[in-house]
Nanobody, 118 residues
Framework: QVQLVESGGGLVQPGGSLRLSCSLSERIFSIYSMGWYRRRPGQQRELIASITSDDERHYDNRIKDRFTISRDSAWKSVYLQMNNLRPEDTATYYC????????????WGQGTQVTVAS
């Protein structure tokens, strides 16, 4: 079973930056997309950024122009550069991999906490 391990979360002041990383324990050859979700306190998990196998990037409007998703050339890591962080970005951030295999469930990381506060 492929494991996704996130890192890079923490406490940061408003206006600060963090870079989240997600590493796969082994390569997945049928990737459709890699993405980042977040769950803010009291809310459901939501997709905020993704990158497809065609290298198309998609962003939620609330983080567009502040966050950047990228990946390594081997499709074994995905990153989320977060700039100009706001208190409302406080959430648990989850890495996700979606495959092209019919019926296969998505892969998820365990989550990393990001807290934006003075």
């Amino acid at each position: 079973q492929v494991q996704l391990v996130e890192s890079g979360g923490g406490l940061v002041q408003p206006g600060g930056s963090l870079r989240l990383s997600c590493s796969l324990s082994e390569r997945i050859f049928s990737i459709y997309s890699m993405g980042w979700y977040r769950r803010r306190p009291g809310q459901q998990r939501e997709l905020i950024a993704s990158i497809t196998s065609d290298d198309e990037r998609h962003y939620d409007n609330r983080i567009k122009d502040r966050f950047t998703i990228s990946r390594d050339s081997a499709w074994k890591s995905v990153y989320l550069q977060m700039n100009n962080l706001r208190p409302e970005d406080t959430a648990t951030y989850y890495c996700n991999v979606m495959t092209t295999v019919a019926g296969e469930e998505d892969y998820w990381g365990q989550g990393t906490q990001v807290t934006v506060a003075s």
